[in-house]
């Protein structure tokens, strides 16, 4: 599921450059997400929390 979700997210992005520089942005929140996960008490929370906010930015798009 995660890589068809990713394979989707990917063509859209290469096919307008309002969702490419969207796409750029979302790039860099998920990286610090990442960094806030690994530092975090309760890893499992924060990560279901993160793909929760990707799932829906990937919808709204």
């Keep these: 599921m995660i890589r068809q979700i990713l ?4 063509r859209k ?3 307008d450059p309002r969702v490419r520089a969207k796409a750029t942005h979302t790039a860099r929140k998920i990286a ?3 960094g806030e996960i690994a530092r975090d ?3 499992a929370r924060k990560l279901g929390r993160l793909a929760g906010k ?3 930015k990937l919808k709204n798009s």
Aim: no cysteine; hydrophobic share 45%; aromatic share 6%.
């Design 54 to 56: 990707i799932k829906k």
């Design 32 to 34: 610090k997400g990442a």
């Design 7 to 10: 394979k989707f997210a990917i």
């Design 41 to 43: 008490p309760d890893p």
């Design 13 to 15: 992005a290469a096919s």
